[in-house]
Every structure is written in C-alpha cells, then in structure tokens.
C-alpha cells in the first residue's frame, strides 16, 4: 500500500516514510496511538517539534509511567561520558524581574490523605569504586565575565510553603539522610555536609567569603530562633532544643565585643556548666573546666586568664569579679584539704631572679580615689551560726611543709627577755575596729 510516499512493509507491520517525506499533522488532526501501539524513533531516527507550538501534550489518568527511557531491567546504554538520555539546551532574553525563568517545571499534586513523598528522584545506583567524585543530582550555575544577580544567586533553591494546616509534623525546606544498612562503612570521612572551594581564585573566597548567612527575614530576639545579641542559633537536637553558640571573636569565643556588650537578665547567665563526675582516683584532680597558656614570647607580660566586672553605679551588699564557692553536703568531706580556691605557683632554676607568690592582691588608688569606708588588701568573714569558727577556727595555716627553726620563714629562737615591736601594720577587725599586728625587725624579736 502507498499513500503520499508511505509504504508498508510486507507482512503489515510497519509503516516506512522513505528519505524525503514527511508525515503531517495538519491543525485539527491527531495522530493517534491506540492500547498497545508504540511509536518509535529507531536509532538515527529524530522527531522535530516547530517553535511557538506544544511538542507532546499528555492528558487523561495513568496507571503507569508516562514517558519512559529504558526499564528497570533494560537500562539505556551510554556509550560515553558525554552521551545523554535527555538533552535540554534553552535560551531567554527575559528581563522580568519578578517572574522566574524556568526552562523545566514540573508541579505535582498530592491527593490522597496519608500518602508520601510528591517528589521528583534522582537515584544513581553504583556497585564498583567510582572516581573522584558521584552524585545522584548537581546543580550549577555559571555567571561569566559581566554576569552576576542583583539579589540572590545559588545553584540549588529550596523552599517550602507553610500553611494553617502545618500545626503538627517537623518541616525543613532542606533534608539530608545518610542511610547505613547492615555492614556500612564510613569511609575516610562522612558527614551530612561538604563545603568547599575550587578554581584557580579560590583563595579570595577565603578572604571574603562566609560558612553561611542568614538573611534579614529572621529578626533576633530573646527567645527567638536568633538570641537578641545575635549570639545563639536555636537547634533541635532530637527531642531536646540546643543552642549554638555565635562568637564575636574571629580564632576564640567572643560573646559579645568591647562597646557592644550582650544584655543579660540576673539568673540567666550567659555561660553555664553543670558537670558530675563519678571519679573515685584519689590522685588526679577533677576539672570541669581547663585553661593552660604557654607563653613563648621572651619579655611578654600576663599569660592569665581575667574576670573583668566594671561599673558606674552604686551596687548593693557586694561586688566581685570572680567567685569560688565550694558547698559540702551533709555527708561530703575532704580527707586532705579542702578550699574555694587554691593558687599555686612552681618554681624552677630558672626562677634565680624576679618576684613570685601564690596570690597577688592589688589595689589600684587613681588620683581623687576614695578609700570607702574601709579599704584593705584582703577582707575575711563567715557564717557562723553554731561559734564553732569562733572556737576553733583560725586566720590562716601555715602546712607541715613549713619547719620552725632560727631564720625560716616560721622562727623557733625567740628573744624572751628584750622582746621588741618595731613596726606595725594596720587591721580592721569587726567587732574591735582599728588594731595594728607587730612587727620586728629582727627574727628573734629583739
């Protein structure tokens, strides 16, 4: 049979459009495919769709695939690297500023309550050791020498539309899931993100560039996803909401700078570390919280750690700017010794010249200070509701390190017969007032 140039082979069972032909459509008409049919493009073989019309339109319900590539049991074969299943390659010159160009969409829509997913998927499946690198989906874009975006370029964009109906259920308009069956390795590192830079400028994004930002539709507040200070991330740590803690301190941990100080409410303080610890080793102290500096600078000065409490203000029954407080419970104790705080200090050969000791006290008097009502290098007091510090406590201790014997620190020869004071250093004692401690100046106190 020949109609217009088509011929059918013998036998009926195709249809031959010889080199030369065409088979039209014509405005109106349709080429239909009944249950069963197939049209096929053999190898070689192309179908051209005209500009400014719908190249295929697909209607009706589908049970199964719509446009199918292969099988799940007969893949495409590729024969190279650049060889491509679906090539899309468009171009617009539009310059509408609030619509999106979109040379693929697709929009699905869910109807069955309980139902999963809506998705598109991507899966790349793989059982030999690829190269140095694979992916189930990337996405690049490419600005050349003039071009750039006035607001906001990325090479992925996701987003998600919250409604009245999300009142329950957890929504992330990003999701990453590592899947480890029976057996699974890590690898040299695994993580749910991977950052990094590349191309021969890279290194002015280690300039310029940031981990991430967060943009001004977020507003920081007390108790809101931003702190007020901008100086923690609200996280969800399974069940338990976490903080992340934002410093203001490029190479340390800034929590607010000089000029711009963090706010905070009394009981909220902005650091806090509860810690327990089961230790029974008698030899090894336990340290909820270490700090070691090492100086190396031959002439440099400090080398400590500093509790900074300033004001300008009249304040209440006390000010400190660092506190120890040790609390024994009914049953605590300490067999050797115990103290709020404990300073010391290790000396060497190298110590042949300088002046050390264990505390240091300094008081700093500007011109036109005051002296308050009373002013001292060191205050001690108590809780003494029961006397027994009356009774038996003491004002310091020296240790059993300490021997008595004629010229140590502790004198065991005391001149009995022509004791002398000849200085004295003034005190404040509570419930006397003003008394003066002696001073001699020989060690035997002649």
């Not at 053999?42 to 179908?47: I, L, T, V």
């Not at 695939?65 to 899309?88: E, F, M, R």
């Not at 030999?128 to 906001?152: C, D, F």
């Not at 004791?419 to 020989?442: A, F, R, S, W």
Request: a negative charge; one cysteine or more; aromatic letters at 8%.
């Amino acid at each position: 049979m020949a109609v217009k140039g088509i011929t059918r082979e013998d036998g009926g069972e195709r249809m031959i459009i010889p080199n030369g032909c065409s088979l039209d459509v014509e405005s109106g008409g349709t080429l239909g495919i009944e249950s069963g049919g197939t049209l096929a493009i053999e190898s070689g073989g192309a179908h051209t769709f005209a500009g400014g019309t719908t190249g295929i339109a697909f209607t009706g319900t589908y049970t199964v695939t719509c446009i199918q590539a292969g099988t799940s049991t007969t893949a495409l074969t590729l024969s190279a690297h650049d060889d491509h299943i679906i090539d899309i390659y468009s171009t617009c010159a539009s310059t509408d500023g609030s619509n999106s160009v979109r040379p693929i969409y697709m929009k699905s829509t869910m109807t069955g309550a309980g139902g999963v997913g809506g998705r598109a998927e991507f899966h790349m499946s793989t059982n030999v050791a690829l190269g140095g690198w694979s992916n189930a989906i990337k996405g690049l874009a490419e600005y050349g020498a003039s071009g750039s975006t006035t607001g906001l370029g990325s090479a992925i964009c996701a987003e998600i539309q919250l409604s009245a109906g999300t009142s329950s259920g957890t929504y992330a308009p990003i999701e990453g899931e590592l899947v480890l069956g029976s057996g699974a390795s890590t690898g040299t590192a695994t993580s749910f993100i991977y950052l990094n830079a590349s191309g021969a400028d890279a290194s002015t994004f280690d300039t310029n560039g940031f981990m991430f930002e967060i943009g001004t539709g977020v507003t920081p507040a007390a108790g809101k996803f931003i702190s007020a200070d901008s100086q923690t991330i609200k996280c969800k740590v399974e069940a338990n909401t976490r903080y992340m803690v934002l410093s203001q301190s490029e190479n340390g941990l800034g929590i607010g700078v000089s000029g711009t100080a963090v706010s905070f409410s009394q009981g909220s303080p902005l650091i806090n570390l509860y810690s327990t610890c089961s230790s029974t080793n008698g030899s090894n102290s336990v340290e909820s919280f270490f700090v070691e500096t090492t100086m190396t600078g031959a002439g440099g000065v400090g080398g400590r750690g500093r509790f900074y409490m300033t004001t300008n203000v009249a304040l209440g029954g006390w000010s400190n700017a660092l506190k120890a407080h040790v609390v024994y419970g009914a049953s605590g104790s300490t067999t050797g010794l115990g103290s709020a705080f404990c300073s010391e200090i290790q000396l060497s050969a190298g110590t042949s010249s300088g002046t050390y000791a264990a505390i240091e006290g300094e008081i700093l008097a500007p011109a036109g200070c005051s002296t308050g009502t009373a002013t001292s290098f060191m205050y001690f007091n108590g809780t003494d509701a029961s006397g027994l510090l009356n009774d038996n406590g003491y004002l310091f201790h020296l240790g059993a390190i300490l021997t008595a014997s004629s010229g140590h620190m502790v004198d065991s020869t005391i001149n009995t017969s022509t004791p002398q004071i000849d200085h004295t250093i003034k005190v404040y004692v509570e419930d006397i007032g003003i008394c003066y401690l002696g001073l001699m100046d020989n060690a035997d106190g002649s």
